[in-house]
């Protein structure tokens, strides 16, 4: 209207439509969130709900191997060698270690493991649920680890090996190690061959563990028991096998042998009464042992043996009717064969000798005589007949068999070489059967060192035993042990090693060993021997069979002054703590030299020159002259 002022014009109301629209979009939007979040409860509480809680429980749960009690090993008499004790194990849930660095440093000085090393485990794969961060540790140390209630750290109870006389028999015995499924295995000498039965069978253990990794005690645990490990009980005298270390020791020290070994056997059964290695080593810490202690070297090492192994073709012949003890044998000062020189030890004329006197002496050149007589074919068959060129049967592990080749291979100079023990190896174990066989009435018992097992009821089984298998007649066996006696005489080349009151028949060694440097006998250190006295006693009922070896001595190398020492301080012991009587009647006379003939000493040029002290060595010959004569072809004697 005219002069009326205009209206306000007032502000836009929204309409009610407009709020409406969003509530009923957030309505919905509710809605499908609800009905998602309802959707995936449904799954996990229903279709998913095993998985998950199998997941659940799987993170919660941990499943942990139970060793078994690993079998005890002791010697015929049950003096314990090797046994389980109690001990902690340390291990970690990595996952749950939260501070890996300064959890290993508080571990490492109890358990005595690198802080660094420690870390390393902890954080190598921090997905897994189990890691072993110690072993075998004294129960007051899992004590004290538990105290630190560190998170994700715990001890276990387990088992730990241990050797209570040490090196006793450690070259036997053997030793055990964790191995890839963290249980102890055997690792070494018996602990290796007989695993299976010691170890027994491993149980399991299930626990559950809070967030922490802690197990929780009141959710309770599951447990499969482990099964105990069957026994061992070994032919060895533990007496025997000490004193037979500390001798052997003492004769390495004296002799500046590089090592040696000995073998003690029964030669009616084959039982080894002890078997001593030098270096040696304690099995309780083998960590810090000599590598080369840790194997078995009366079985694993093999050398040419030299003039022990007379006895067999001298057997061979005795066998055959070739010779008598008395046969006459003319030995020449040296002889030829196949374009080499053969000598005896020291420079002699023709020498009139019987059978006998070339085995007390030591002739390699009337040995090579006698030798023709059987042949090679028949020495080879002699040699094999008494165990030599294949193992002997002990079971041992990394047991060599030694090398002896077809007497058809063999040439000229190897066909009278191998009679005197060059040309060819065997190892301790196997010289030491030879001579068990000849003190056993020509029957060879095949060597024993496991007398009985354990059964699951604790029960012992005693080991069977093989029949013996005759080599040479009883006939053969103890004309040859007579002719043996005759060397630990005054005028064989062995006589320190008789035992006052004892009938002991024996054979000295002296053997060139090839430079492994040049594969030759004289290297660029000069020559090495092999020094060796096996024999047996009471010669007329023989309980005892001992053989000694050195290994390269340097201050005195001839068998009978540096081995037969040692094999009668051996002898002497072990005669006396088995209780064996002295000898029922006296050591035949056999004669040496051939009727008629200048006594030894006194033929052309002398037989038996004198060592130091007036002991006749009467065994070395000639040394090849320079580094490029190889063995075994050609290899002259020294034994």
């Not at 998913?48 to 499943?63: F, I, L, P």
């Not at 037989?607 to 063995?631: F, L």
Request: charged fraction near 20%; include cysteine; glycine fraction near 12%.
């Amino acid at each position: 209207r005219p002069g009326r002022p205009p209206r306000r014009r007032g502000r836009a109301r929204r309409p009610l439509a407009s709020s409406r629209r969003r509530l009923r979009i957030g309505v919905v939007v509710m809605t499908v969130m609800l009905l998602a979040l309802a959707g995936r409860l449904t799954q996990l509480q229903g279709f998913a709900a095993g998985t998950y809680a199998a997941q659940a429980e799987q993170q919660r749960m941990q499943e942990i191997t139970l060793p078994a009690v690993r079998g005890k090993i002791t010697d015929r008499y049950g003096a314990t060698l090797a046994q389980d004790v109690e001990a902690r194990a340390v291990y970690a849930d990595p996952s749950k270690v939260t501070n890996p660095a300064a959890t290993a440093a508080k571990l490492s000085p109890l358990v005595a493991v690198p802080a660094a090393d420690l870390e390393k485990k902890l954080t190598r794969d921090r997905s897994l649920l189990f890691v072993y961060l110690a072993r075998g540790l004294d129960p007051e140390v899992g004590d004290k680890v538990r105290k630190l209630g560190l998170v994700g750290v715990h001890v276990l109870d387990e088992r730990r090996r241990v050797y209570p006389n040490g090196t006793v028999a450690a070259n036997l015995v053997g030793y055990t190690r964790f191995g890839e499924d963290d249980l102890l295995e055997g690792n070494g000498g018996l602990e290796m061959a007989y695993d299976a039965t010691l170890r027994g069978q491993e149980g399991t253990r299930r626990l559950e563990t809070d967030p922490a990794g802690r197990e929780i005690p009141s959710a309770g645990s599951s447990e499969k028991a482990p099964l105990e490990g069957s026994d061992l009980r070994l032919t060895l005298d533990t007496d025997i096998q000490w004193n037979a270390q500390m001798a052997l020791a003492e004769g390495v020290r004296e002799t500046e042998a590089a090592a040696g070994t000995i073998v003690i056997m029964d030669p009616r059964t084959g039982d080894i009464l002890a078997m001593a290695d030098a270096p040696e080593f304690d099995p309780n810490d083998v960590a810090h042992a000599n590598p080369e202690a840790l194997g078995n070297r009366a079985t694993g090492q093999a050398f040419e043996p030299g003039s022990v192994n007379k006895v067999i073709p001298m057997a061979a012949a005795l066998e055959r009717g070739l010779i008598t003890p008395q046969t006459p044998v003319t030995v020449p000062p040296s002889i030829r064969r196949g374009g080499y020189g053969i000598s005896d030890a020291e420079t002699h004329g023709t020498l009139q000798l019987t059978a006998t006197g070339v085995l007390a002496h030591s002739s390699n050149i009337g040995t090579v005589l006698i030798s023709e007589k059987v042949g090679a074919a028949g020495l080879e068959a002699t040699m094999r007949a008494f165990g030599l060129g294949q193992p002997t049967g002990l079971g041992f592990p990394g047991e060599a068999g030694g090398q002896l080749a077809k007497s058809a291979d063999w040439s000229a100079s190897q066909a009278a070489t191998i009679a005197y023990g060059q040309g060819t190896t065997a190892t301790a174990l196997q010289l030491a059967s030879v001579y068990a066989t000849i003190a056993n009435g020509g029957v060879r018992m095949t060597p024993r060192l496991v007398d009985a097992v354990g059964t699951s009821d604790g029960e012992m089984v005693t080991t069977s035993r093989q029949p013996g298998t005759r080599v040479v007649s009883e006939r053969t066996a103890r004309t040859l042990s007579d002719m043996l006696e005759q060397v630990t005489t005054s005028s064989g080349t062995a006589p320190v090693a008789a035992v006052p009151g004892y009938r002991v028949a024996g054979k000295t060694g002296t053997a060139y060993q090839v430079d492994p440097t040049c594969g030759c006998y004289y290297g660029s250190d000069g020559m090495r021997y092999v020094s060796s006295f096996i024999g047996f006693a009471p010669a007329d009922n023989p309980r005892v069979v001992v053989a000694v070896v050195l290994d390269n001595a340097k201050k005195q190398y001839f068998g009978g002054l540096a081995a037969a020492p040692v094999f009668k301080k051996v002898l002497t012991f072990t005669l006396a703590t088995l209780g064996v009587p002295p000898a029922g009647s006296a050591r035949p006379e056999l004669p040496l030299v051939q009727p008629g003939a200048a006594p030894d000493g006194e033929q052309a040029g002398g037989t038996v020159p004198t060592a130091p002290g007036g002991q006749p060595t009467g065994e070395q010959a000639s040394p090849p002259t320079t580094a490029t004569d190889r063995a075994p072809d050609a290899a002259p004697d020294s034994g």
